[in-house]
């Protein structure tokens, strides 16, 4: 069975590794991005060492900025973001405390959801917010699983994330068809090495299995164009500027966002 601690190496390994790699580069950027990652990396693996508890403050907080950047993007009126806010919590602390109900709590947040343009008769955009807030509440409560699944979350987030970086390279590097017109500069053969990648590295991590293959190789990459078609239908590039080097958190954890669904489904 995975265990964060078995984890552990390989995330200190890793960030080593890259450290050297973005130091030869010489390249600000990165060298940015390694830096967020240097500290992110050992906060988040720290609080799913204290189990469920952490994995759910984790969760929590993520859903949080999560949906202050959705709405941001959405133009959210801050009673919208307030409520959807508060049901994405709900859901994760469902999943830490009344493990089994989340599809309640789900079902809770949705009609908090629906609430509010019904309570406020709004007839000329109600229907659009309805819209928007079940959608974030959908997309959104799905890290509510870091909960349960624990060390092998965080498994699966290190293959997506090594998934995506191979994925942009080795698109790059051999070209040919664009995967969705949602992301002209992703190629199919970019996602198709970012997925053997990102199930190469469930297998070192000894987390390999068909259902943690298919949420890498299939939800990973329809994450990524979720978040792209999102984006593009409000003319924005970034979900956000305050993470270092990488915008807006919503833009580390897109592709994270379906495979835990994937996986969801599968298990």
């Given amino acids: 069975m ?8 390989y995330l200190g ?12 580069s010489r390249r600000r950027e990165l060298l940015v991005r390694w830096c967020a990652w240097a500290v992110g990396v050992p906060l988040v693996t720290g609080a799913f060492w204290l189990g469920r508890p952490g994995a759910a403050a984790v969760a929590a907080l993520a859903g949080v900025v999560a949906v202050l950047e959705f709405g941001g993007l959405m133009r959210m009126s801050r009673m919208d973001r307030a409520v959807l806010a508060a049901s994405v919590t709900g859901v994760v602390l469902t999943a830490w405390l009344a493990p089994g109900q989340e599809l309640r709590a789900v079902a809770v947040g949705a ?6 343009p019904l309570l406020a008769g ?27 699944l624990g060390a092998s979350a965080l498994a699966l987030f290190v293959a997506v994330s090594i998934a995506d970086i191979v994925a942009s390279f080795a698109g790059r590097g051999l070209g040919g068809p664009a995967l969705s017109l949602l992301s002209p500069a992703k190629r199919w053969s970019g996602t198709v090495a970012g997925a053997a990648a990102g199930v190469g590295a469930l297998a070192v991590l ?7 293959a298919v949420a890498v190789a299939v939800g990973g990459p329809a994450g990524d164009l979720l978040e792209s078609m999102v984006k593009r239908g409000v003319r924005t590039k970034d979900s956000g500027s305050w993470l270092a080097g990488s915008g807006g958190l919503l833009d580390r954890i897109d592709s994270l966002l379906l495979a835990l669904a994937v996986l969801l489904v599968l298990r």
């Fill in 2 to 9: 995975i265990t964060v601690a078995s984890l552990v190496p």
């Fill in 206 to 212: 000894s987390a390999l299995s068909w259902p943690m």
């Fill in 13 to 24: 390994g890793a960030l080593a590794v890259g450290g050297v790699a973005v130091a030869a």
């Fill in 111 to 116: 009609l908090a959801v629906a609430a509010v």
């Fill in 122 to 148: 709004d007839a000329d955009h109600g229907l659009h917010r309805l819209s928007v807030g079940l959608f974030g509440l959908a997309w959104l409560s799905v890290l509510a699983a870091l909960v349960p």
